[in-house]
């Protein structure tokens, strides 16, 4: 029942999918669940049923304006991907229906090679010229924002088609991590497609037989899809992805026996569940995990002073919140976005919790007693709650915090929400820098006034430097900038909490689950 | 008073004593976490902790204020306006007040939760969006019974012979209508304001209104019951003291109307 | 004769205890027997006719004491079942209202005959039906109880009553409230359908007892029997009236005519009433009275037609009368109840107009102890709330409040009618002191000639909105002319009264 | 002749509220500071991607000319486009709305039978212990708010006893009444809060009846039993309980909210709280005026039945 209406896993689900890897043959991210270790034969059939949050009517197979999980989960599922983000994988990236992309030496032009022998349901091949409406989609069939970086960062019109599987894309100028931006979420279908329908012709792992918006949708093993050829899966012969918008709701499928898999249970009902012997409790590792953030507005006076910043930075005790609020499902976060990421910079040392020094530099900053409004929202899991403990952990420097807890949705659908004082936030699993530089620039709303040209030019020169080295240091340097100026705290990373019947194996986690690769037993 | 009515007003004393006094009865803080989440009751929280672990017994002591608060805030605002309008439109003319009441009824065809959905993520944010919602919600059924006691009160002899005399609309208005309606009024208000506690809590539980760090038993309720299955006093105490008290309230309303001669 | 019915030592008061409502009655009825029960409202009377059906009101107790009826008792489970409707019938005070209004007449009339009638013949309904003189036609059974009139709806209960041929009809009442033309036909039709039954009549009218031929009385006061019947107190008719004053009439109303949604309910009533003098507007129900009562008072506004208050036209709608012109003229009405704020006190009733007068505050408790006295109210009823005072006193603290006003008019809309005949008549003789003494013209709005005889200098018959017959008193009761007119007089005469001696 | 003019009568009057009330909806929409773009945009949106994403939802039109839109698309049967996930609303809508009618009309079904029922059992025996037992059981479960009720049916039949599904879900591609037992708990749900009203309403009904005078003559007549309770006392308690059956019709098929969000039922009071959520303002709008058109075509069903049963208003209407 709980929290019926403030379960919006809504855009945090959409953002999420930046980051989503598609899944591939050979894994060698992503949780491995105890299930799929023990089990050795991967032969399985049967049909597996899987609850997500959903979005009820407003569900759609056009997934580039259909921002829930299931629209992408589902999306996933039909289509075939360029790639996965894999910090693992010797070029940041696992590919899908692309071979391999070679990046030219002054960073300012890339060539895709689109693996041989991936077929549509209607038997046809997938060309280059597939890939590159595939891209250019975003713009112009309109999308979400957070489709639209490959078309961002290339110059799509400029694109050449070589061959039948070769695409060459020119940058708008160098960088470095174009991989990345390419792989992160671009799913593929034919050339010329203006609708997304039931029948339209797909190159996943699975084919659609029947979707109903806000019920579900079922699946069938798609028999030519060229995973197969490579040794993997699909194991399953059927898939149901259902629409369960409550969290409960979903936990009680699953416990009912209506589901073998319930995505996003939260924390709670995780406990409860792990006190059942019949299922497991899985959660994703990391990179996928979302950020929890608390913005801290420059154009609020105190917060221009670092001093300021340092101590509501100081003030939070992460390690309670993960234990509390999270039940230890949860990493503790230094302040700074994408842990996990291979541009993440895990030199730097963790900022502990001291109440006493947050409290010290807020009396010479002579800001202690400060009045602050904190607002916040119920957007992901755990969000709520963080805000609670955190707004707790303030009072006891002596800042007089208020909480304003928005309902459900309400946290960003206001224009106002840029020019709150200090406002809660999230962020889905994104490589650092690209991420840096679409929300964090000067100017960029979501900065809250964060205006450093010093770090924009160490990100600018991380992402087009050519020397690996020199890459690395530049990140490092902007990271550490950020760490110990900026506006943002982030106490700790939330991963994906999944429920499952101990039947099902070889589910992965990254960040949603996927089942190409799952049995059921 | 009959047994019922005062073990009615017994419990509602208790309940409205709870929620006025609570702050005073616990030094420890509604708001600051006590210890790990959903912890069993012990001698240190006698109800355990909530799922951000919180002491569930200073949030119960604390949080019933804002439900008796908005309730009855709402029946009041509904009250006071269902009597001005039901007056007015009871005395106007037969059209114009017809089309008052018709009007307001307006009102009365949209379910109660379309209109809270709708004002309480309007609104800015807060409780003040559902005292206004509930208000809203009770404003039809008040001025119609009021319309309706008026009436039948402004067609009595009374009220003719004291026109006749050349008594002003005022006078009659004070010492003729408003005391003779005030008995069905007053049953009427006992029972909007049980289903005003209804709508408050069903408010709390959708997480309408004010932030959630304040405590509202309807809140709780809506919190903790995903932790139902580790540990159920998060859940079952704000959720007792609701229930006992929208009873009681009910009870109450039940033998207020009976003693004042109104059918419910 | 066999005996059919006994009760002796009855006792029966309140379940939560306390004085008893009826204390030690008994009483033996052989068949074919009349039996009237009498007394004051409160008596007893019905409380022990309705122990003859196995009966308590809510709230009663048998306390002590036995029935039986046929040989059977009624406060026995078994017994009851074969009692009620077969061997007893009742008839209550308002017959028409025991109909149920969502099922048709005939549907009702038929289960009666078929749970209850020993030989349910076909043809039982249609002898039923003309032994209450109704038509049989299967339109009339058709009908739901609103869509016939009172006086159809009163022989339909009576045809159910009459359905299990029983031989005991327990009678309540049967005429009260029931205007003269009413009550005429129902007493004749009740005497017919009592022929040959044991009949136990309940009623404080001592002519409709004499009407049924009681063999016996059974007097009721307070619960108990007593030896003799009370004597309906001996009329007196006043002393004439004084001439009419001369000059222009108190008040005049000239041609006056009103509707009800544009239904016309009076044409062209002209009327004048001197300073001191009463004229009686006499008419059947619904003859457009209580109209003509609230246009005069300015309530209803007229369709046409003037009215004028010593000699100057007074607007017809009271807000636009000045403050002295709307005192000038007041109205006592019939529903005293009704007419009394029941959350004010006596005190505050008068205090009120009084107020409204401009008195200054300390003059006012005076003035009220003296209107008190005005209408021989004891000033221990001051603080009292209109629910705690009689009938009587009721209508004397509306005329008091009405005093309280100094009008040089009262219209008084039928203001005996729902008093006990006693009361009544002394609220009259109230109204002949205070045109005396005061100079108060008065309208009698009554469709009591017995009330006219007495005070009236001239009579005004209304029928169906029209003024049919007018004249002088004791000329227009001595000679009617109009059948309206002859048929008040018969029933007055019933009642015991004659046209006064010329 | 009367009928005709009667009816047309309250048509027209239910058009007009109708108006009034579309009025009212759009207004209190547009009212919803934020709006889609916010929310579909997220955090992270660019000014500039925002203004683009308005653009496309055509959020920067002035607000009266999409009311007139809105208006005359509705008057046609269409209610526009959601702007979340792009479907037809009158789609949606019609897709959702017949499990809903389903759902409240089985609670209904439920509910009226057994509310009769206690309702006469108790208003016939006003006082007694029976009318005792049957109020105090009605007054608690009304007094139980629906989300309370909720949590208690499915703690007790569908965890512990596990006798029926927590969730409804319908198969794919199919509708509700295809697997009952999900249906369940639902529509017991939503029955229980209609139940304690009624029953409510019923009982004092019938004990008013029972007091009247023509019960009383009907008892002194020898009519006992059943007979007294359904052909004498019954029809005429039922006349004003008609209405306001209709009048929990329209309340149950909007406060079916909770109990669809709970259940995940897929029903229109599901849809809206999406919507409601999701800032999807042409969906909010297309289903709450549905919602409100749909609750006062009932009460208007609700004064045609009750001057039907009331033969004093029948005849003359």
Request: overall charge neutral; hydrophobic content about 45%.
């Amino acid at each position: 029942m709980s929290h019926s209406i403030h379960r919006r896993d809504f855009l945090a689900v959409a953002a999420g999918l930046l980051a989503a890897p598609v899944l591939s043959a050979c894994s060698s991210s992503g949780g491995q669940s105890a299930a799929q270790q023990a089990s050795a034969s991967p032969k399985s059939g049967g049909t597996l049923r899987a609850a997500f949050p959903g979005g009820g009517a407003a569900e759609t197979l056009d997934f580039l304006n259909g921002p829930t999980a299931l629209d992408y989960v589902r999306a996933r599922a039909m289509h075939g991907a360029l790639g996965a983000i894999d910090p693992g994988a010797p070029d940041g990236v696992r590919y899908g229906v692309l071979e391999r992309i070679d990046i030219s030496d002054d960073l300012s032009s890339y060539t895709l090679k689109v693996r041989r022998g991936v077929k549509f349901t209607d038997g046809s091949a997938l060309t280059a010229r597939d890939v590159l409406y595939s891209l250019n989609a975003p713009v112009t069939l309109g999308s979400l924002p957070f489709l639209k970086p490959p078309s961002q960062n290339f110059d799509l019109a400029k694109a050449r088609v070589e061959d039948d599987l070769t695409l060459v894309l020119p940058t708008k100028r160098p960088i470095a991590d174009g991989r990345l931006i390419l792989c992160q979420s671009t799913l593929v279908f034919k050339d010329g497609t203006t609708a997304f329908t039931a029948g339209m012709p797909t190159c996943g792992p699975f084919k659609l037989t029947e979707f109903q918006p806000g019920q579900g949708a079922a699946f069938v093993r798609h028999d030519e899809y060229y995973g197969l050829a490579l040794g993997g899966g699909p194991y399953v012969d059927g898939l149901e992805l259902r629409s369960i918008a409550d969290a409960t709701a979903r936990v009680n499928a699953l416990t009912g026996g209506q589901a073998d898999f319930a995505a996003d249970i939260g924390p709670v009902a995780s406990r409860t569940l792990a006190a059942n012997g019949r299922f497991a409790v899985e959660t994703s590792e990391l990179p996928y995990a979302t950020s929890l953030s608390f913005g801290l507005n420059l154009a609020h006076a105190p917060f221009r002073d670092v001093r300021v910043r340092r101590a509501f930075k100081l003030a939070v005790d992460r390690e309670a919140i993960v234990k509390t609020v999270l039940f230890g499902h949860g990493f503790v976060g230094n302040d700074l976005p994408s842990l996990g990421f291979p541009d993440y910079a895990k030199e730097i040392e963790q900022r502990p919790y001291d109440p006493g020094q947050a409290r010290s530099l807020l009396r010479d900053a002579g800001a202690d007693g400060m009045k602050i409004t904190l607002t916040t929202g119920s957007e992901v899991a755990g969000l709520a709650e963080t805000s609670t403990l955190y707004a707790e952990n303030l009072k006891a420097i002596g800042v007089d915090v208020t909480l304003d807890q928005r309902p459900p949705g309400r946290l960003f659908a206001d224009e106002g929400y840029f020019k709150l004082p200090f406002a809660a936030s999230f962020s889905p699993p994104t490589p650092p820098l690209s991420q840096y530089e679409s929300t964090r620039t000067a100017g960029a709303p979501s900065a809250f006034g964060f205006d450093r040209p010093d770090i924009d030019e160490l990100v600018a020169k991380a992402r087009g430097a050519r020397d690996a080295g020199e890459r690395r240091e530049a990140a490092v340097r902007a990271q550490r900038l950020m760490w110990e100026e900026g506006n943002q705290v982030i106490p700790v990373f939330v991963p994906s909490i999944n429920g499952q019947a101990k039947t099902l194996g070889g589910v992965r986690y990254e960040p949603f689950a996927s089942f190409s690769e799952a049995r059921l037993v | 008073m009959t047994r019922r009515a005062l073990f009615a007003a017994l419990c509602a004393g208790v309940i409205v004593l709870i929620a006025l006094a609570g702050p005073l009865l616990t030094d420890r803080s509604p708001t600051a976490q006590a210890g790990n989440a959903l912890l069993a009751p012990s001698p240190e929280h006698p109800l355990g902790t909530d799922v951000v672990g919180r002491d569930v017994l200073a949030r119960v002591l604390h949080g019933g204020l804002a439900v008796v608060a908005l309730s009855a805030g709402a029946t009041v605002l509904a009250g006071a306006a269902g009597l001005a309008l039901g007056v007015l439109t009871g005395l106007a003319g037969r059209r114009t007040g017809e089309l008052a009441v018709r009007a307001v009824d307006v009102l009365g065809v949209v379910p109660p939760l379309l209109v809270m959905l709708l004002l309480a993520t309007g609104f800015p944010a807060g409780d003040l969006a559902v005292l206004v919602a509930v208000a809203l919600v009770s404003l039809p059924f008040s001025v119609r019974v009021v319309r309706a006691a008026t009436q039948q009160v402004a067609g009595s002899g009374f009220v003719d012979i004291a026109r006749a005399r050349g008594d002003g609309q005022w006078r009659i208005l004070r010492h003729d209508i408003v005391p003779n309606i005030l008995r069905p009024v007053l049953a009427e208000t006992g029972l909007r304001l049980s289903a005003s506690i209804h709508l408050t809590a069903t408010a709390g539980f959708l997480g309408l209104g004010a932030g959630a760090p304040a405590p509202n038993w309807g809140r709780m309720v809506g919190e903790n019951a995903v932790g139902f299955a580790l540990t159920p006093w998060p859940f079952l105490a704000p959720a007792l003291l609701l229930v006992v008290f929208a009873v009681s309230v009910n009870l109450l309303a039940d033998e207020l109307g009976r003693a004042l001669g109104v059918r419910s | 004769m066999s005996e059919l019915a006994r009760v002796s030592g009855l006792v029966i008061g309140p379940a939560s205890g306390g004085a008893p409502t009826v204390d030690g009655v008994g009483f033996t009825l052989d068949s074919g027997e009349v039996l009237g029960l009498m007394g004051r409202s409160g008596s007893g009377k019905t409380t022990t006719a309705l122990t003859l059906l196995g009966h308590i009101r809510p709230g009663l107790r048998l306390r002590e004491g036995s029935v039986r009826v046929a040989g059977l008792d009624p406060f026995a489970p078994a017994d009851v079942r074969r009692l009620r409707g077969r061997v007893v019938s009742f008839l209550g005070q308002d017959p028409a209202a025991a109909l149920n209004p969502a099922r048709r007449i005939g549907g009702q009339i038929r289960e009666a005959v078929r749970l209850r009638a020993a030989s349910a013949g076909p043809d039982q309904v249609d002898r039923l039906l003309d032994a209450v003189r109704l038509p049989a036609g299967r339109d009339f059974l058709r009908r739901f109880p609103h869509q016939i009139s009172g006086g159809q709806a009163r022989r339909v209960a009576f045809a159910i009553a009459l359905a299990g041929a029983p031989e005991l009809l327990i009678l309540d009442e049967p005429t009260a409230g029931l205007d003269t033309v009413l009550a005429r036909e129902t007493r004749d039709l009740l005497r017919e359908l009592a022929e040959g039954r044991g009949v136990v009549l309940v009623s404080h009218d001592e002519h409709l007892v004499r009407a049924l031929a009681a063999d016996r009385v059974l007097v009721l006061d307070a619960g108990r029997p007593v030896s003799a019947p009370p004597r309906a107190a001996r009329v007196t008719p006043s002393p004439p009236p004084g001439p009419p004053s001369e000059g222009p009439a108190a008040l005049r109303a000239e041609r006056l005519s009103a509707a009800h949604d544009r239904r016309p309910v009076l044409r062209e009533v002209s009327l004048a009433v001197g300073r001191g003098e009463c004229v009686a507007v006499v008419g059947p129900s619904g003859s457009g009275k209580t109209t003509l009562a609230r246009c005069l008072v300015g309530l209803h506004r007229p369709a046409g037609g003037e009215i004028s208050l010593e000699g100057t036209r007074l607007a017809p709608d009271v807000r636009r009368r000045t403050p002295d012109q709307r005192r000038a003229v007041q109205l006592v009405a019939q529903d005293s109840m009704g007419a009394l704020n029941p959350r004010e006190t006596v005190t505050a009733a008068l205090t009120r107009p009084l107020r409204a007068r401009g008195l200054p505050r300390t003059r006012v408790p005076g003035l009220v102890a003296e209107l008190l006295g005005r209408v021989h109210l004891p000033a221990s009823l001051a603080d009292r709330r209109p629910p705690a005072l009689s009938g009587g006193e009721r209508q004397r603290v509306n005329l008091a409040r009405a005093l309280a006003c100094a009008p040089r008019v009262l219209v008084c809309d039928e203001v005996t009618s729902a008093l006990d005949a006693e009361i009544g008549e002394a609220v009259l003789g109230l109204l002949d002191e205070l045109r005396r003494d005061l100079g108060l013209g008065v309208v009698l709005i009554t469709h009591d000639l017995a009330a006219v005889a007495r005070s009236a200098s001239r009579v005004l018959v209304v029928h169906e909105g029209e003024i049919v017959e007018r004249g002088p008193t004791a000329s227009v009761l001595s000679g009617p002319r109009h059948h309206v007119t002859r048929m008040l007089v018969e029933h007055a005469a019933d009642q015991g009264f004659g046209a006064p001696a010329p | 002749m009367r009928w005709v003019a009667f009816l047309a009568r309250r048509i027209a009057g239910a058009a007009a509220v109708l108006a009034i009330l579309s009025g009212l909806i759009f207004a209190a929409t547009e009212a919803l500071p934020g709006d889609a773009a916010g929310v579909l945009a997220g955090a992270d949106a660019s000014a500039a991607e925002r203004a683009q994403l308005r653009a496309d939802l055509e959020l920067d039109r002035p607000p009266l000319e999409r009311y007139g839109d809105w208006i005359a698309g509705a008057v046609a049967g269409d209610l526009g486009v959601s702007l979340v996930g792009r479907r037809d609303v009158d789609a949606v809508l019609f897709d959702r709305l017949p499990n809903s009618l389903l759902l409240t009309a089985l609670a209904l079904g439920a509910a009226v039978p057994a509310a009769i029922a206690l309702g006469l059992a108790a208003g016939l025996r006003e006082g007694r212990p029976a009318d005792r037992m049957v109020s105090s059981a009605a007054l608690v479960l009304v007094s139980l708010p629906e989300f309370l009720t909720v949590t208690l049916l499915i703690a007790v039949f569908g965890t512990w006893l596990g006798l029926l599904p927590e969730v409804s879900l319908t198969p794919l591609g199919g509708r509700p009444w295809d697997t009952p037992q999900a249906m369940v708990l639902p529509v017991l749900s939503l029955a229980v809060v209609g139940l304690a009203v009624m029953t409510r309403l019923v009982r004092s009904s019938v004990a008013e009846a029972a007091a009247s005078p023509y019960a009383e003559a009907a008892r002194l007549a020898g009519v006992r039993g059943v007979r007294l309770a359904l052909r004498h006392i019954l029809p005429n308690a039922l006349g004003p309980v008609v209405q306001v059956f209709a009048v929990m019709f329209g309340g149950l098929l909007g406060g079916a909210v909770v109990v669809e969000t709970i259940f995940n039922y897929p029903g229109v009071g599901f849809e809206l709280q999406q919507a409601v959520a999701n800032r999807d303002v042409p969906m909010v709008q297309g289903l709450a005026l549905a919602l409100a058109a749909l609750a006062l075509a009932v009460l208007l069903l609700g004064d045609i039945v009750g001057t039907l049963v009331n033969p004093r208003l029948r005849s003359a209407p």
